[in-house]
């Protein structure tokens, strides 16, 4: 199957129709104690109304036979700092691992790296600059060990723009899932940072089965929509796997009469990906889909997912699933109840427009 790159059909759209303002103190700069603590805001078919619960409360909300799909993928530490050879510093971002040493970074200088030119690591080794591949470098590491092993303990997490403080050694465990096993990603799906234990204990009890599917979330992902009309963006690109045996699970729980959660955008962005024709089919490669309303989504039948900044490319696709009018409703009902936002926020369970 060729790689997924286009732009899903939409009605014309601004980006300003997705703006909204949020107070400040609200964006979430640390995650609660317990994950499964925070607040789950339910979000049902309009007509009915809102409901303010927490996650934990999930085995209640949901039914026996229903799949929950997670993402696996797990946060490489992919920010590094150093310094060219005429001493001007320079901050890498890690987008995607290439294998052979290699990696596609952001590099932010005073003046932009040319191809052969070296960066000196904080952390040792070398950094060479082999040419650019779009808006990204193509960077070769000169370091002692495997690059992905080496990252391990030289690389930095790299928290979210709007989480205005350095990271600490709490990070590096609550910002992976508790199910990450597949190395890539430089964000975590954060829908799923609302999952422990003792939570996916109670949701196996009740009869909830849960899947998982692979999508290493890029440094895209933090880049903001430069032009007002949508249908002039071009979405950046993220690899996925989505494997047979979730598509068995997908086929076995719909025959059944059970529903389909996606726990996160990115599970959504990975299913839809997937879909041939209106079938789930195995699929490993890159994507670059951008779903904005006037798309219908038809992979899941439900949602679990945090709140997205205001014009996101992730905020326009809850809208295209739930509508527009009843996604800004429940958002302007979170702001009023002080929700927690972004990464470390609050989430909502959230089901289609009609």
Not at 117 to 129: K, Q, T
Not at 145 to 150: C, D, I, K, P, S
Request: glycine share 8%.
């Amino acid at each position: 199957m060729a790689d997924i790159a286009y732009t899903l059909p939409c009605a014309p759209l601004k980006k300003s129709d997705f703006n909204y303002e949020l107070p400040p103190e609200l964006i979430a700069q640390a995650p609660l104690a317990e994950r499964s603590a925070s607040r789950l805001m339910l979000v049902p078919q309009a007509p009915a109304a809102f409901e303010h619960r927490h996650v934990r409360d999930l085995p209640d909300l949901l039914n026996p036979g229903d799949l929950l799909v997670f993402n696996d993928t797990r946060v490489i530490p992919a920010r590094l700092f150093g310094q060219k050879a005429s001493g001007g510093r320079v901050e890498i971002l890690i987008e995607r691992l290439l294998g052979a040493q290699q990696a596609r970074a952001q590099v932010g200088a005073s003046k932009s790296p040319k191809p052969g030119s070296r960066i000196a690591l904080d952390a040792g080794g070398e950094a060479e600059v082999l040419g650019r591949d779009g808006e990204f470098y193509v960077l070769q590491f000169h370091v002692p060990e495997a690059l992905e092993q080496w990252l391990l303990h030289a690389g930095r997490l790299p928290l979210p723009p709007y989480i205005q403080r350095e990271p600490g050694l709490d990070d590096r465990e609550r910002y992976q899932t508790v199910f990450a096993r597949e190395v890539g990603a430089v964000a975590a799906p954060t829908a799923g940072l609302h999952f422990d234990e003792a939570l996916l204990a109670a949701l196996s009890a009740r009869g909830v089965e849960v899947g998982h599917v692979t999508l290493h979330v890029g440094a895209g992902t933090f880049q903001p929509v430069r032009v007002d009309d949508l249908t002039d963006h071009v979405m950046h690109r993220e690899w996925l796997n989505v494997g047979a045996e979730l598509v068995q699970q997908v086929r076995r729980t719909r025959a059944a009469g059970g529903r389909v959660i996606g726990v996160g955008t990115t599970v959504v962005r990975a299913l839809e990906s997937a879909m041939r024709d209106g079938e789930l089919l195995p699929y490993a490669g890159e994507t670059q889909i951008f779903i904005t309303p006037g798309y219908r989504i038809r992979s899941v039948d439900a949602m679990v997912t945090n709140f997205h900044l205001p014009e996101s490319t992730l905020l326009m696709m809850i809208s295209a699933f739930a509508g527009q009018e009843r996604v800004f409703q429940a958002y302007r009902a979170a702001i009023a109840e002080k929700y927690r936002f972004f990464s470390y926020g609050d989430a909502m369970l959230l089901f289609p427009q009609g």
